[in-house]
């Protein structure tokens, strides 16, 4: 058995015994799992958090993971709780601090900044007091996809299931708020009690993902797809779809890259989102180069 | 305590890194306060995550670390202001990159730390986190005349840049160059964040840039008191980030520093609630 394993490790172009393969291992098994719930849940938050232009509050909760995870290892409660603690306790903060500024406004994102960088500097103290965390920092911040364990994913699972049915219950009001804020709320839209909401659930949603890809790159699942399927398509639903559908996409490839490659599985998750991205760019530029040839052909044919 | 302390201040690393810091510190408050003005700060957010990828990639090639950094950073802050109308990137575009650049920062990361096995395994989180008290004499001259390099450009384009935030058009109009501005002052922030990296690591360099002139937009309206009060709260709270982590020798300085600057930040809530609006940024 340990022979014929050792014969067939590479990447065969055999896609069912290459996932034969990779499930004979249980922790493979529950990184597919784990990876296909956190590309549905980031894929659906980061779609509204794409349009809502929050990119820049939605990577500072993502950062915050990281003294999460810290402080967590530090006092020895379970990671789970670090994440979701810091996270969620951001997001209040920033719905907060956003409260006396105007939004988008320079004093705003200058806030924002701010709490990112002091809990980022919180998570290096907690790291320097815990001194046998030799290894941990690079897998805390950049992911690693080797020891989730079923109750992870249970647990993962069951705030996915949450988290998207707050979104599917405030999702028609908040898509009316994030097009037209003032016109939501001259209609009775509880604008600011909704961007809360929001906020918590983005929080609570990259604590989720920071789990399998690290505090830096849960960015990446979040903001990558969301901007694919908005360049692709302008109708909301289809493109909610899409971004879910690439989320999951780009996930399940980075892992069976990662298992086959010596190299980080965030590497690959957005190396295959970025390339996603770039090639809807070239493609909606091709589709006006084409459009407007087309129109001078046209124009030809008249003259 | 006080013993430990006195051994720290006669210290040539202590002097090195309040010499580096001082300088540093002054070009980022600089820096800083146009980028809050301009709302540009999550353009600062992505240029620290390229000086990691910077910084990883010189490592894994092979060359001097700050090579890389000013290199990547310079570079970046160029393709930001290149891709954006007028020197104005879109946020999503922003953050689609530096997403994938940070991907592959991961990738070189891998790349050095499996290469030279176990000789540099910190280097990842020195990077990511500054070693100030590390500078030796020769990297603190370079720190020094960089940043005060890139202070004097500040203080020489403060004036038209400060029109061009202000009233992009009006500046276009009157002939000021604003395209080329916008350029001019993403470069300077690209080599402001390379600069910053080495002292509190290209994590913690937004709170650098972002902090110290938060607090001054909220106490003035007055532009160029504004400027020199950035300059100076990022200069007092690096020396009292330095002296706290001195004094307490378990406390890293890249968080005492942070501490300070985001302590101040937090006081001007207290004192002044709100002063009128600020100079209102050009809606981006």
Known sequence: ?303 | MTVLAASAWSQPFFHHALLAGTFIALAAGLVGYFLVLRAQVFTGDALSHVAFTGAMAALAGGYDLRVGLFVGCVGAGLLLAGIGRAGRADDVVIGSAFAWILGLGSFFLTLYTTSRSGAMGGAGTSVLFGTIFGLDGGQTLVAVLVAAAISAVMVLIARPLLFATVDEAVAAARGVPVRLLGFGFLALVGACAGEATQAVGSLLLLGLLAAPAGAALRLTVRPFVGLALSAGLAVGEMWAGLAASALIPSLPPSFAIMAAATAAYGATFLFRPTVGSAPRPVAA
């Open chain 1, 1 to 303: 058995m340990p022979l014929a394993d050792a014969s067939s490790t590479g990447w065969s172009w055999n896609l069912v015994a290459d996932f034969q393969q990779m499930w004979s291992y249980p922790f493979m098994v529950n990184a597919f799992r784990a990876g296909a719930v956190v590309a549905v849940v980031a894929g659906a938050v980061g779609w509204f958090m794409v349009l809502r232009r929050q990119t820049f509050a939605g990577h500072t909760l993502s950062v915050v993971a990281f003294p999460g995870a810290a402080f967590a290892t530090l006092v020895g409660i379970s990671l789970s709780l670090g994440y979701f603690g810091f996270c969620v306790a951001a997001a209040l903060a920033l719905a907060a601090l956003r409260r006396d500024g105007q939004a988008g406004g320079a004093g705003e994102s200058a806030a924002t900044g701010v709490v990112q960088a002091f809990l980022l500097a919180c998570g290096y103290l907690f790291m320097a007091l815990y001194k046998g965390l030799l290894e941990g920092p690079q897998a805390l911040l950049f992911g690693s996809f080797l020891g989730i364990t079923t109750g992870q994913v249970a647990v993962l699972a069951v705030v996915g299931v949450v988290v998207l049915a707050v979104l599917a219950v405030i999702g028609r009001p908040l898509l009316f708020a994030s097009v037209d804020p003032q016109v939501a709320a001259g209609r009775g839209v509880p604008v600011r009690l909704l961007s809360t909401l929001f906020l918590v659930l983005l929080g609570a949603a990259t604590a989720e993902a920071a789990q399998i890809t690290g505090a830096l790159l849960v960015f990446a699942l979040m903001v990558l797809p969301a901007a694919t399927a908005q360049v692709l398509t302008a109708r909301p639903g289809l493109s909610l779809l899409l971004t879910v559908l690439i989320g999951f996409a780009v996930t399940w490839l980075g892992l069976v890259a990662a298992f086959y490659w010596p190299y980080p599985l965030g590497f690959f998750v957005t190396t295959f989102a970025f390339a996603g991205f770039l090639a809807a760019h070239a493609a909606r530029a091709l589709q006006g180069v084409r459009a407007r040839s087309g129109g001078t052909l046209l124009q030809a044919g008249a003259a």
